[in-house]
């Protein structure tokens, strides 16, 4: 009987303290960062900046285009007039201006991409130092990223996204 009552005791006791152990439980939060990106006021400067550099490398290739193409016009209305070492000449002045314009393509591909990364980069270091902050005062144990930890469904109370922007937008108005 005495055995018996110590085992009772000792389950209840594991009960009590598997209880006591779930109360001190992680608190885990979501953060989604692309919306974070795309709705928080820098985020929205960088994304009008990117673009006006974007429409500023498009400029220059529709510029080099254009006389790309003017070139090859005044090739073909030449065509009959020009002897053959001039329209050799020509053509090769064709030729070259054509692989510029691939090079140039290439180039401002380049750049707008690494521009992007360099904007996001830094954007991004801001806003995890923001997350860090929030999660401070939240007392938040662990937060993950919506897109990558592969959550397929999240309580709206562990989204902590809304109130990640708030406090980025009140450090970068």
Do not use: H
């Given at each position: 009987?005495?055995?018996?009552?110590?085992?009772?005791?000792?389950?209840?006791?594991?009960?009590?303290?598997?209880?006591?152990?779930a109360?001190?439980?992680?608190?885990?939060a979501i953060?989604?960062?692309?919306?974070?990106?795309?709705?928080?006021?820098?985020g929205?400067?960088?994304?009008e900046?990117?673009?006006?550099?974007?429409?500023?490398?498009q400029?220059?290739?529709?510029?080099?285009?254009?006389?790309?193409?003017?070139?090859?016009k005044?090739?073909?209305?030449q065509?009959?007039?020009?002897?053959?070492?001039?329209?050799?000449?020509?053509?090769?002045?064709?030729?070259?201006?054509?692989?510029?314009?691939?090079?140039?393509?290439?180039?401002?591909?380049?750049?707008?991409?690494?521009?992007?990364?360099?904007?996001?980069?830094?954007?991004?270091?801001?806003?995890?130092?923001?997350?860090?902050?929030?999660?401070?005062?939240?007392?938040i144990?662990?937060?993950?990223?919506?897109s990558?930890?592969?959550?397929?469904?999240?309580?709206?109370?562990?989204?902590?996204?809304?109130?990640?922007?708030?406090?980025?937008?009140?450090?970068?108005?």
């Amino acid at each position: 009987m005495k055995k018996i009552s110590i085992l009772i005791t000792l389950t209840f006791c594991f009960f009590f303290l598997n209880s006591a152990l779930a109360a001190d439980a992680s608190k885990v939060a979501i953060v989604d960062l692309q919306r974070c990106m795309k709705e928080s006021n820098e985020g929205k400067r960088m994304s009008e900046s990117l673009k006006k550099e974007v429409e500023a490398m498009q400029e220059r290739y529709n510029k080099a285009q254009q006389e790309l193409a003017a070139l090859q016009k005044e090739i073909e209305k030449q065509s009959l007039m020009l002897s053959l070492d001039a329209k050799e000449s020509k053509q090769n002045e064709y030729d070259k201006k054509n692989r510029a314009l691939t090079y140039l393509s290439e180039d401002l591909s380049e750049e707008s991409t690494a521009a992007e990364q360099n904007a996001s980069q830094a954007l991004l270091k801001d806003i995890y130092k923001i997350i860090d902050t929030v999660a401070k005062q939240q007392t938040i144990d662990l937060v993950l990223e919506k897109s990558t930890a592969g959550i397929l469904f999240v309580s709206s109370a562990m989204d902590i996204t809304d109130l990640v922007i708030k406090e980025y937008n009140k450090v970068k108005p």
